[in-house]
């Protein structure tokens, strides 16, 4: 059963987060100045650990970031509830350590890593990237991680793997939406799985994410591992990753299997394509007033388009 | 029940119903209407209205049930609220949402059904609430009055339907208004039916006071 669960202090009695937020940037700042007065990074915002990466020049946008206050307190995460504030309020308690990744599946070597493990495989990247709700809303985050390819290519997929497989953590335990009640039904099977073909997971842009905003992933984010696929809608960017699997076959994904006739497999961000019962033309960017036009593949098309030639994008929605 | 407690009873119902709008206000002036307030206000004015709206069809079962007077002397002042909530729900999305895009928006009523029912039901409400006053049922007469304000109930499918089609198919919410308003609808049948075995049975006699007054 979904409770909603008021807190027990009131608003007023916690200190307002713009004053604990410049006191956290306040010692962010004093740390950086002190350690590496040649890295102080710009603006910072705070809020959690630091995570050090590098701009990637490719991976920019002249679209000014969503606020960190914004993109951390606005959130479809369903394992923590169905409200976007449920992931921030919930979320305190999660465990994002210690954590393993499994991967495995139609792989030469396949592998379990430790996160430790996964965050020293390859140079950290900032990416800036948009992100399209299925829902009409859009933000702009400035991602951390590195190429998922990276990791794919660590285990050797066999000629035979064709698909990948994401599966989110199973844990009623910290993840109170997965908990079965007296009164819950409808509701998504868990744990959520996501998946891509293989040649969109081995694509550069697709990115498994440790952070975001120069700080460690938080997690109403997806701590304390995830991939972004910009040019799919968000729900194909699975949070909490626990296991990576090479497949032969198309794998279920959890929005499909709820409402098949509206969440497709592909789920690229079309301006074309309606979902049944909402236009996706338009959408309102967080933070502004005006609606704005829908991009194709979500302006993602130069570097994605050529992995669509021959479908029909109506039909494979 | 006393005048000064049917007195009572609609101050309770102003403040109730103001209430959301003020709670509404009080987070506005905090600038605490999520990072989406748009979507906040439209939906906050939206479940009000259909909660408003699904109370004031509750009066008349609650007199079925327990043979009250008073929840019908609140029907009028809930629909009334409910037509304002609807109203304000309604301005968001033409102002907010969409600023004025006829085009778009007449599209969207064609083509979504969610938004076809619900626009369905707040222009059905626009004659409800245009004769709810003393001097209407006057010149419509009690009988046209009571037939045209039959309409509440399809105005509440409408309603409810727009929720249920428009929200996610994980979202038990839509459901539980549902269940109200069939819990409501199956006690009118009922009564229905009661009443007219009782006219059937008893046709010499006078027919039963039926006690719809305003």
């Not at chain 1, 993840?175 to 997971?201: C, I, V």
């Not at chain 2, 403040?15 to 506005?28: E, M, N, V």
């Not at chain 2, 968001?92 to 969409?98: C, F, K, Q």
Request: aromatic share 12%.
């Amino acid at each position: 059963m979904l409770i909603k669960r008021g807190s027990d202090i009131k608003s007023r009695e916690i200190t307002d987060r713009a004053l604990y937020l410049d006191r956290r940037a306040f010692m962010a700042g004093a740390a950086a100045l002190a350690l590496a007065p040649g890295a102080a990074r710009a603006a910072a915002p705070a809020g959690g650990p630091p995570l050090a990466a590098t701009r990637n020049p490719t991976f920019t946008l002249p679209d000014t970031p969503t606020k960190f206050q914004d993109a951390t307190t606005y959130n479809n995460f369903y394992e923590f509830g169905m409200n976007k504030d449920d992931p921030a309020q919930l979320a305190g308690s999660f465990k994002p350590r210690s954590w393993k990744v499994q991967v495995d599946g139609l792989a030469q070597k396949p592998k379990t890593f430790d996160l430790d493990d996964v965050l020293r495989m390859a140079p950290l990247e900032e990416r800036v990237y948009r992100l399209r709700c299925v829902e009409g809303w859009s933000m702009v985050i400035p991602w951390i991680g590195f190429p998922l390819s990276t990791l794919l290519k660590r285990v050797e997929p066999t000629g035979a793997a064709k698909y990948v497989e994401f599966t989110t953590l199973l844990d009623p335990e910290q993840f109170p939406g997965q908990r079965k009640g007296f009164l819950s039904f409808g509701g998504l099977d868990w744990p959520y799985t996501e998946g891509l073909r293989l040649d969109e997971a081995m694509h550069p842009l697709t990115l498994l994410t440790v952070g975001m905003y120069g700080q460690v992933l938080p997690n109403q984010n997806g701590a304390p591992i995830r991939v972004v696929i910009p040019w799919k809608y968000g729900f194909k960017s699975a949070k909490s990753v626990v296991r990576i699997r090479l497949t032969s076959d198309e794998p279920k994904t959890a929005w499909n299997k709820a409402a098949p006739q509206e969440y497709g497999f592909y789920s690229n961000v079309n301006p074309k394509v309606d979902h049944p019962r909402w236009s996706q033309a338009t959408e309102r960017r967080i933070g502004e007033f005006r609606r704005r036009e829908t991009l194709m593949f979500n302006g993602y098309g130069d570097q994605v388009a050529s992995l669509y030639t021959n479908l029909d994008l109506k039909k494979f929605y | 029940m006393t005048r000064r407690g049917r007195v009572v009873l609609k101050v309770v119902i102003w403040a109730a119903c103001l209430a959301p709008l003020a709670w509404l206000g009080h987070r506005a002036w905090d600038g605490d209407l999520t990072a989406n307030p748009i979507s906040f206000i439209t939906n906050w004015l939206g479940d009000w209205t259909l909660r408003i709206l699904l109370t004031s069809l509750s009066m008349t079962p609650l007199r079925v049930l327990f043979r009250w007077s008073w929840p019908i002397t609140l029907r009028r002042l809930l629909g009334l609220f409910a037509f304002l909530y609807v109203t304000l729900h309604f301005s968001t999305w033409l102002v907010l949402d969409h600023f004025f895009a006829w085009r778009e928006m007449w599209a969207d009523i064609v083509k979504r059904p969610y938004i076809t029912v619900g626009m369905a039901a707040l222009v059905l409400m626009i004659p409800l609430a245009a004769t709810s006053t003393a001097w209407a049922i006057r010149r419509l007469g009690g009988a046209n009055w009571q037939r045209l304000h039959r309409l509440a109930y399809l105005i509440g499918v409408c309603a409810v339907l727009h929720y249920l089609w428009l929200a996610k198919k994980a979202n038990p919410d839509p459901y539980y208004y549902a269940a109200w308003l069939l819990v409501l609808l199956a006690i009118r049948a009922g009564d229905w039916v009661r009443r007219r075995a009782v006219r059937l049975s008893a046709a010499p006699r006078p027919a039963p006071q039926r006690g719809e007054g305003v």
